[in-house]
């Protein structure tokens, strides 16, 4: 049967793309194809006979397969775009087969409602609950992404069995989900311009999947998680000023209290979110998502680097065995990379501050000190960008099968070295300054303590990097929009066309991909570490965090929506092995704060009289067991589940369960679900 339906098109509501288009409301896939063209841009034809004929293919087999398409040329008439979009009838169908999480109302799964595998004889309004982003229960994403699948899917299954390296001899570029525009609009305004509402945070998970959903509930829990902090570091600060206008120096009886309340800030927030994380993966269902991840297409397309081993191919998607030696040799090279850059980090920083105590102060005189702390903050930058040329090519290489191993292995990679270029300038001031010979210069603190200078650091280093980062993430992709957009236009008015009429897949064609949350979870695990590690070196870090996060939700939200594609369908279980890195820098916040009031602060001094190096060393070991105690204390006695909210979830998974079955029974007492088995196993079998 085949049927080309032509999508709705509603007027009214405009999109913030091009206020002359209409939105397309119907979830979509843009198929783009190149066409041979030659100088003058008139298409050759060698286009117009092959491609023509293949593209002609591609549609024939889009709309076998119960898809519709509309297609659509640039402007310039260099591309040819295929708006693929799925009817409600082929959706049902699909879902049903794939067994699409889809989710029971309150009032058919009480008392919360559950998520259960979608069966069409179930879907009333009454029972699964609409989406609120795309038709009937699906969301547009979930219409998105089967529509991407039945692409390669093969034909005797349902599928257009699209080859699509085999297309790119016919001039196929690439494919991409076009934004929802409707969607889009509501998401901006509340969310992308709203600056202290609460995130719409499922409409964003619905929309965007739950990886970006997952970013953005961090991202809103770290920044609330901060006032605290925040409104206790600013009291500090005064406290702060009071001393040093009093004593020349920021030391003070409460710098010992406020290192061990940091401390016990961030072991407290690590086990709140963690609580918050599960309670996530019931309301999203992403509990089991790991275990069934499929492999990366990187993975699968390295078939010279993988080896056929009888008995350990997955005939499911083609995947052959890849010998873990391998892997390990690349991940040796990694390592050693890796320390090649740390070590250049070690030099880096140490020569700086050489350059900033002995040689500076003869050349500039006062001001030798500022430039030093900016040149540290340079390098540190420097660095980063340096290094992150290499990390994921080196991730790369090590072809890990899933898409969490590969990010794992990437976050361990980066997590080493940016720990050591973030914090080592500070870790140099805390303790190595006065203390140790540095490639054969001792270098010595100002007569007011280092403590002062650790300040100075601390500050240079992490306000330089929070203004350039903000800039960076604001201005990059504004930047790179700008260019497109120019390019376009001026090329259309090369060709006397008004740049206002072009299409909206021409439009989000334009537009960069969207890189991934990586980034985004780095910059704020980093400032976490700023704001822990130290904190009476900078008591004011966590209200600068603070401040700076309000900004960086909208920012991050505005990126999103408004100058990449829409992302592609992704999952997370969780935030991953930033847990871990997050964990790491609690255990060594309570280590470095310890060693700060006992060995670089004099707030000590306060409350004991004559410390001797060897009491020092006394205190600070005790206090550090005393914390670590407490942390795991804590742990235990905050537990990461809410039980009362997990009953009741669990509950409703019950109730959810007992209402399919009934839903299911035919009049003649067999069950749907065994039926749905046999088909589910008959389609995988034969994939
Ligand atoms: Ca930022
Ligand atoms: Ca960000």
């Not at 980063?384 to 090519?393: D, P, Q, S």
């Not at 299409?503 to 822990?532: H, L």
Request: charged share 20%; hydrophobic share 45%.
């Amino acid at each position: 049967m085949s049927q080309v339906q032509v999508p709705n098109r509603h007027k009214g509501s405009v999109g913030a793309g091009d206020p002359n288009l209409a939105p397309i409301n119907d979830p979509s896939v843009i198929l783009v194809f190149q066409r041979a063209v030659d100088d003058k841009g008139s298409v050759t034809e060698q286009d117009a006979d092959k491609a023509v004929k293949e593209r002609g293919r591609v549609r024939a087999a889009l709309v076998t397969c119960n898809l519709s398409v509309e297609d659509s040329k640039s402007l310039d008439e260099k591309y040819v775009f295929f708006r693929v979009s799925i009817p409600m009838s082929t959706m049902k169908t699909e879902a049903e087969r794939r067994m699409l999480p889809v989710r029971f109302t309150p009032k058919a799964a009480p008392p919360l409602g559950a998520w259960v595998p979608f069966f069409a004889k179930g879907s009333t309004p009454s029972t699964m609950e609409p989406s609120s982003d795309g038709k009937g229960p699906f969301s547009s994403l979930q219409m998105c992404h089967v529509i991407e699948e039945m692409f390669t899917m093969e034909k005797k299954l349902g599928g257009a069995g699209l080859e699509f390296e085999k297309l790119k001899e016919f001039g196929f570029v690439e494919y991409f989900y076009l934004h929802h525009e409707s969607i889009r609009r509501i998401l901006e305004e509340s969310w992308g311009v709203q600056w202290i509402a609460k995130q719409p945070l499922n409409l964003v998970r619905t929309y965007f999947g739950d990886k970006v959903g997952l970013y953005f509930a961090f991202l809103g829990f770290y920044t609330s998680s901060l006032w605290v902090p925040a409104i206790v570091g600013v009291l500090m600060t005064f406290t702060q000023l009071y001393s040093y206008s009093q004593f020349g120096s920021v030391d003070n009886p409460f710098v010992p209290l406020y290192c061990c309340f940091v401390s016990l800030w961030g072991v407290i927030f690590c086990n709140n979110w963690k609580k918050f994380e599960h309670q996530l993966q019931y309301e999203w269902n992403t509990r089991n998502f790991e275990t069934s991840e499929k492999p990366r297409a990187a993975f699968l397309q390295a078939t010279n680097r993988t080896q056929t081993r009888k008995g350990l191919i997955n005939p499911e998607v083609n995947e052959v065995f890849y010998s873990p030696t391998w892997r390990l040799v690349w991940i040796t090279l990694s390592a050693s990379i890796c320390f090649v850059f740390i070590a250049m980090v070690l030099f880096t920083t140490s020569y700086i501050f050489i350059l900033k105590d002995v040689t500076f102060p003869h050349i500039f005189g006062p001001s030798g000190a500022i430039i030093g702390g900016i040149l540290n903050a340079v390098s540190i930058m420097i660095m980063n960008f340096l290094y992150e040329l290499v990390e994921h090519r080196l991730t790369e290489l090590e072809l890990w099968r899933t898409d969490t191993e590969y990010e794992d292995s990437l976050i361990a990679k980066d997590f080493a070295f940016k720990f050591v270029n973030s914090y080592f300038s500070l870790f140099f001031t805390a303790f190595v300054l006065g203390n140790f010979h540095v490639l054969g210069h001792r270098l010595s603190c100002p007569a007011e303590g280092c403590s002062n200078t650790v300040m100075e650091t601390l500050g240079y280093v992490f306000i330089s990097q929070l203004f350039f980062q903000q800039l960076l993430e604001i201005g990059v992709p504004a930047v790179q929009k700008r260019i497109h957009a120019y390019r376009a236009a001026k090329e259309l008015a090369e060709k006397g066309h008004e740049p206002r009429t072009a299409s909206r897949e021409q439009i989000e064609f334009f537009y960069p991909k969207y890189p991934g949350v990586f980034f985004d979870y780095q910059e704020m695990v980093i400032q976490f570490g700023y704001v822990t590690m130290f904190a009476a070196a900078l008591p004011l870090a966590a209200t600068l965090a603070l401040l700076n996060n309000i900004v960086e939700i909208r920012v991050d939200a505005m990126k999103l929506l408004t100058c990449y594609r829409r992302p592609s369908f992704n999952s997370a279980q969780d935030i991953g092995s930033w847990h871990h890195v997050l964990d790491i820098l609690v255990t060594i916040s309570i280590m470095t704060n310890v060693a700060y009031i006992g060995f670089t602060s004099d707030g000590l001094g306060f409350y004991f009289a004559d410390l001797t190096m060897n009491s020092r060393l006394w205190i600070v070991l005790i206090a550090e067991h005393v914390l670590l105690l407490m942390k795991i204390v804590l742990s235990t006695m905050m537990p990461a589940i809410d039980e009362k909210v997990m009953y009741e979830h669990e509950a409703s998974i019950f109730a959810a369960n007992q209402k399919v079955h009934t839903l299911k029974q035919t009049p003649d007492g067999v069950v749907q679900q065994d039926l749905n088995r046999v088909a589910k196993s008959t389609f995988t079998d034969a994939e």
